[in-house]
């Protein structure tokens, strides 16, 4: 199906996306305000808050996902300018240390819990009240090829994408009489600065060249490739949309099928 295709799917929806002011979360939230959707995003990046309210139709507001005031704060904010919530995408997420387990400083794990899970907590927390006003909506977790196997190097990483898809099937269950679909969409590696990063920190930690990484990481997937922003930000689209109103409780990988995060190359 094809993105223009996938713009006619479903109008008029009260969407908040987290970490939405750049990168994948920018995707999502331009993809359905394409839709004539009212989008509101919050962001860390004041800079990218401030980028994003310039060039778009939705609106940006900083805020840290990691803080629970701010969160409630948040959502008491979404309510007033969206007039209530259809959509609620966690995008919002950090890449935690590259290491192994005994070299992690203990302060790089608990912030990578602070953002990945401990977030989704929060936002879940304040959306589902919101959702269930409006009689039905859905969630979408955008969780990791990370949260279906094992991530040599990224374990607090992984510990935290795993943990995101006992939460989609759990809330989904609490949820699902309330017609709220709850899932998780699993990227592989995504086109963009952040995979650079990764691979940047991942050849410096082995201290290989990163173009070896770059060619390991291609080789671990089925079609050889990394994958677009645009490409989740459809599948998001398409969960939200009538087409996936019979779609709860799934992980559904858009990542060209990972076969092993399990790097060849010696530790």
Same mark, same amino acid.
């Given at each position: 199906?094809?993105?223009?295709?996938?713009?006619?799917?479903?109008?008029?929806?009260?969407?908040?996306? %987290?970490?939405? &002011?750049?990168?994948? @979360?920018? %995707?999502?939230?331009?993809?359905?305000?394409?839709?004539?959707?009212?989008?509101? !995003?919050?962001?860390?990046?004041?800079?990218?808050?401030?980028?994003?309210?310039?060039?778009?139709?939705? !609106?940006?507001?900083? &805020?840290?996902?990691?803080?629970?005031?701010?969160?409630?704060?948040?959502?008491?904010?979404? /309510?007033? /300018?969206?007039?209530?919530?259809?959509?609620? !995408?966690? *995008?919002?997420?950090?890449?935690?240390?590259?290491?192994?387990?005994?070299?992690?400083?203990? *302060?790089?794990?608990?912030?990578?819990?602070?953002?990945?899970?401990?977030?989704?907590?929060?936002?879940?927390?304040?959306? =589902?009240?919101?959702?269930?006003?409006?009689?039905? @909506?859905?969630?979408?977790?955008?969780?990791?090829?990370?949260?279906?196997? $094992?991530?040599?190097?990224?374990?607090?990483?992984?510990?935290?994408?795993?943990?995101?898809?006992?939460?989609?099937? %759990?809330?989904?269950?609490?949820?699902?009489?309330?017609?709220?679909?709850? *899932? &998780?969409?699993?990227? @592989?590696?995504?086109?963009?600065?952040?995979?650079?990063?990764?691979?940047?920190? #991942?050849?410096? %930690? /082995? $201290?290989?060249?990163?173009?070896?990484? /770059?060619?390991?990481? =291609?080789?671990?997937?089925?079609?050889?490739?990394?994958?677009?922003?645009?490409?989740?930000?459809?599948?998001? =689209?398409?969960?939200?949309?009538?087409?996936?109103?019979?779609?709860?409780?799934?992980?559904? @990988?858009? #990542?060209?099928?990972?076969?092993?995060?399990?790097?060849?190359?010696?530790?």
């Amino acid at each position: 199906m094809q993105q223009s295709e996938l713009l006619e799917l479903k109008q008029n929806l009260r969407v908040v996306v %987290t970490a939405g &002011a750049s990168g994948i @979360g920018k %995707t999502i939230a331009e993809t359905f305000s394409k839709t004539g959707s009212k989008v509101l !995003v919050c962001d860390i990046s004041e800079q990218a808050v401030k980028e994003f309210n310039e060039a778009n139709s939705g !609106v940006a507001v900083l &805020a840290d996902i990691s803080d629970v005031h701010q969160m409630e704060t948040f959502f008491d904010e979404a /309510r007033k /300018r969206l007039g209530g919530l259809d959509v609620l !995408v966690n *995008n919002a997420g950090i890449a935690g240390p590259t290491a192994l387990i005994e070299d992690i400083d203990p *302060n790089d794990w608990e912030k990578t819990i602070s953002v990945n899970l401990n977030g989704l907590f929060y936002c879940m927390k304040y959306a =589902l009240p919101m959702l269930k006003q409006a009689k039905g @909506g859905s969630i979408i977790n955008i969780a990791s090829s990370a949260a279906m196997m $094992g991530y040599p190097l990224r374990s607090p990483y992984s510990a935290t994408k795993w943990a995101m898809i006992g939460l989609t099937k %759990t809330i989904a269950m609490e949820a699902g009489s309330f017609n709220i679909r709850v *899932n &998780a969409i699993c990227p @592989g590696s995504v086109n963009g600065p952040r995979i650079e990063q990764v691979i940047k920190n #991942d050849a410096k %930690t /082995r $201290g290989i060249d990163p173009e070896k990484i /770059r060619q390991t990481y =291609l080789n671990q997937v089925s079609l050889h490739t990394f994958i677009d922003a645009h490409d989740i930000a459809n599948i998001a =689209l398409f969960l939200a949309s009538p087409y996936g109103k019979n779609i709860s409780g799934q992980t559904i @990988g858009v #990542d060209g099928h990972t076969e092993s995060l399990s790097n060849p190359i010696n530790l």
